[in-house]
């Protein structure tokens, strides 16, 4: 039987990391990996994760399955994160699943269950494994406009134009917030103009929000999934732990599905169980049990906060710093998008043989369209990213 198995593609982003590995020079830089590193270079378990697992060892007395669901506690607790008071619980269904990763491949089943013929628009570019997966299920996608490569902003008129094609029902798959891979986000004006197109056209959001909290804040970076959650009967929305509690190896996420009715949400609840039944059955709990610790705790939430906030601002240092330093070093104010853009990445505008000059001669990792995550660098390394951007003529 394996004899008839295809080589599948690599992955970039995990084949660009074996690349750094493998790198053996002293000085390379590590800007490819979407994780969040401190200026030591490493990924810190949070003071309030911690303490919550400390929680949890001593508390908890069984081991046992959960829900198919995952425990309601967590769904409450990020339901409450995410939609705020944004509209009644009883129209929101919930699973926890593996991951934000594992939030998106159950909603992008669940929309081919509920309309195989409706055909997914995903923003160009996007996280490249939305389009994988969306391979591998065999729907039906478009792609529609999102970044002016000139001026490293929203392509708003393509968006538009390219959405005023879509046909009722099909579904829009959003960036909540930190666009990945650009880091350019729509304003709050043009998140008004996205939700009366969505609102016009009858079609449906999906909102991937993985980085809420590593933009603006917590509250702003919810604001666009509030609003259009708010605005339009159906929603679906992928959310993930990984970044903003930072445990990503232990594949927290939930899948959120707003109903036009509780009737419908009912429905789409025990839809989303069975899901979870033919994929893994029983969704992992202790990241769940560990972030629902946290939200559920006055002090533990708190500095949770506090600490989320010191990342967030952290990272907004860092692209302050280097949009400063480039245009020191240039000249130029063509950089200054970097102190604009939001989240842990920024799509550089470099060629890719430029990407590739970067990596050769100064040992610099970024993903071949120029993606980099801004929270590799450190004030060690910002003046050498610097120096090596000009050098290779970006």
């Not at 043009?190 to 509250?219: C, N, S």
Request: aromatic content about 6%; overall charge negative.
């Amino acid at each position: 039987m394996f004899e008839h198995l295809t080589d599948q593609p690599a992955d970039k982003i995990l084949a660009l990391m074996s690349a750094y590995k493998a790198d053996p020079r002293e000085q390379k830089i590590d800007l490819g990996v979407g994780v969040y590193k401190d200026a030591d270079g490493n990924t810190p378990i949070m003071r309030a994760v911690k303490a919550a697992e400390a929680r949890l060892l001593e508390s908890q007395t069984t081991k046992s399955y959960t829900a198919l669901a995952g425990d309601p506690g967590f769904a409450d607790a990020m339901i409450d994160l995410v939609l705020a008071d944004t509209l009644p619980r009883d129209r929101v269904a919930a699973v926890a699943t593996p991951g934000g990763t594992g939030a998106v491949r159950q909603a992008f089943e669940m929309i081919g269950m509920a309309s195989p013929e409706a055909t997914i628009w995903v923003s160009d570019p996007t996280w490249p494994n939305h389009l994988s997966i969306l391979k591998h299920l065999d729907a039906k996608t478009r792609s529609y406009r999102y970044f002016d490569s000139e001026t490293r902003s929203v392509d708003m008129a393509g968006m538009m134009a390219d959405l005023a094609e879509a046909q009722p029902g099909d579904v829009v798959l959003l960036h909540g917030c930190c666009h990945n891979p650009t880091g350019a986000n729509p304003s709050p004006e043009q998140w008004d103009e996205i939700v009366a197109t969505l609102k016009a056209r009858h079609l449906v959001p999906m909102i991937d929000l993985a980085y809420q909290g590593f933009g603006d804040g917590l509250d702003a970076d919810a604001a666009a999934t509030r609003l259009i959650a708010g605005a339009l009967d159906e929603v679906i929305i992928a959310a993930s732990c990984s970044k903003n509690f930072g445990i990503y190896r232990e594949r927290t996420g939930i899948l959120m599905a707003i109903g036009r009715d509780v009737p419908q949400t009912q429905k789409a609840q025990g839809t989303l169980a069975y899901l979870n039944r033919q994929n893994y059955s029983f969704p992992p709990d202790h990241g769940a049990r560990v972030v629902t610790t946290i939200l559920t705790d006055a002090e533990l939430r708190a500095d949770w906060q506090a600490e989320l906030e010191e990342v967030r601002t952290g990272m907004l240092r860092l692209r302050e710093a280097l949009a400063a330093e480039l245009k020191r070093l240039s000249n130029s104010d063509r950089f200054d998008f970097l102190a604009q853009h939001r989240g842990m990445f920024s799509r550089l505008g470099a060629t890719p043989e430029q990407v590739a000059k970067l990596r050769d001669d100064n040992g610099i990792y970024m993903v071949g369209d120029s993606r980099m995550n801004i929270a590799g660098l450190n004030d060690r390394t910002i003046p050498v990213l610097a120096q090596a951007i000009v050098d290779a003529g970006v």
